[in-house]
């Protein structure tokens, strides 16, 4: 047996109904009140949104980095059969990366809590946008439910926020 194992480990399967986590604390925001039409109208799935306390941003799930913007403020992670958006302030991708700092690569696994990308919320605050952390089920409809588990208040990075049900 070798020393060292140089194999990708795989995340643990997908065990439903699934539950996600927030990927940072903050005050939680239900999706019909979320400031931008395309996530509060469910156009990219259904979403909760979080007012950050802080930019630590972190995997809400065990899964594999499917999509890394070059912006560096939206990460996709593919859990199995869902697909979930951890996106970085709303129409922060004008700011061209200004502010945000990407923590994981493409194809890369992660496990529940581990940092995905870090924001600045000072510069996008001051720069004029939104800092509210959107994470969305973008394959919602593949799914027999996708629903929060929260209605409002504050919740720490971790704390279960979604739950998808087959």
């Known amino acids: 047996m070798p020393l060292f194992s140089f194999t990708k480990k ?3 399967p997908v065990v439903f109904p699934a539950e996600l986590s927030s990927p940072v604390s903050g ?5 019909s009140a979320l ?6 109208g469910g156009a990219l799935g259904q979403c909760i949104g979080i007012k950050p306390e802080d930019g630590n941003i972190v995997a ?3 899964g594999i980095v499917s999509e890394v913007t070059e912006t560096a403020h939206a990460v996709v992670i593919k859990a199995g059969e869902i697909e979930i958006l951890v996106h970085a302030g709303i129409h922060t991708v004008n700011m061209k990366g200004e502010g945000f700092k990407n923590r994981v690569k493409l194809d ?5 809590g581990e940092p995905l990308l870090t ?4 510069k996008v605050r001051n720069s004029g946008y939104d800092d509210t ?3 969305a089920v973008s394959n919602s409809k593949d799914f027999a439910k996708v629903e929060a588990l929260v209605k409002g208040g504050k919740v720490k ?4 926020v979604l739950k998808v049900s087959k």
Do not use: H, N, T, Y
């Open 10 to 12: 795989e995340p643990a």
């Open 27 to 31: 005050d939680f925001i239900p999706m």
């Open 35 to 40: 400031k931008d039409e395309a996530f509060s």
């Open 60 to 62: 809400p799930i065990d």
């Open 108 to 112: 890369q696994v992660v496990r529940r």
């Open 119 to 122: 924001m600045d919320l000072w």
């Open 133 to 135: 952390v959107i994470m």
């Open 157 to 160: 990075a971790g704390d279960g």
